[in-house]
């Protein structure tokens, strides 16, 4: 078995193997159209295929005609096939826990109804001076464009630092926002939608994804409560 390996580890074996597999049987001179090494390293490295018995030869008058012989190939196959089956359920296995993990997590979905237009609750969502008078952090860098990369922050408290970092991820005003919200170790995304009702007010649409810890989901769900009739304040103001 190692002599079959051995043979097959060089490039130029490889290439020969190809050659005589695609074809019966060749002479010396068609083998080497193609390599870039002289006759006698192609006789070198045929010697060793024929040494692991995986070329044959036999004259034809003044010339050799070599032949391929697969089957100590199948010790590769089989040697292949093994790890390849190994890797195959080791796959499956990291499937089954992604599954699980995606199960795991949470997903928090509220929806309001605002008494104010769609262009004055996306002002109060979007602009970072509105955004202190309304959300818990009292301070942040938040603007709405596609890539920019923000925080929020607070007092902190034993434990955490009180930010929250985000990256712009969608923002198509009046209606769709969507931002990372990354903090002691979750990271969300949050989505708000905007719907402008037949009476002018707003419908707003709220979306945290991939909540992993149940602290987590059930603070948010308090807190977006709380925050969103300050945000309705906010918005009721500017119109």
């Known amino acids: ?96 826990f992604l599954r699980k993990e995606r199960c795991d997590m949470k997903s928090l979905q509220m929806e309001f109804h605002l008494d104010a237009p769609v262009e004055a609750v996306w002002r109060a969502l979007t602009e970072s001076e509105l955004l202190t008078q309304w959300m818990f952090f009292k301070e942040n860098t938040f603007r709405p464009i596609v890539g920019h990369q923000f925080y929020f922050k607070m007092q902190g408290t034993d434990g955490w630092d009180g930010v929250v970092e985000g990256e712009v991820l969608a923002a198509e005003a009046p209606r769709r926002l969507v931002y990372t919200w990354e903090s002691l170790g979750e990271k969300n995304e949050i989505a708000w939608k905007l719907e402008e009702t037949p009476e002018g007010t707003t419908r707003l649409l709220l979306e945290q994804r991939n909540i992993q810890a149940e602290q987590a989901y059930q603070g948010a769900r308090m807190g977006w409560e709380a925050m969103v009739r300050g945000l309705e304040g906010v918005a009721k103001a500017l119109s």
């Open 1 to 96: 078995m190692a002599d079959v390996f051995r043979a097959i580890a060089d490039a130029h074996r490889r290439d020969l193997i190809r050659k005589l597999a695609a074809g019966s049987e060749l002479p010396l001179h068609a083998l080497m159209q193609g390599m870039n090494i002289g006759r006698t390293a192609v006789s070198k490295h045929l010697a060793v295929l024929k040494q692991a018995g995986i070329v044959s030869e036999r004259r034809q008058g003044r010339e050799t005609l070599y032949r391929l012989n697969a089957a100590p190939l199948k010790q590769v196959y089989d040697w292949v096939s093994f790890y390849e089956s190994f890797w195959r359920a080791q796959v499956l296995s990291l499937q089954n």
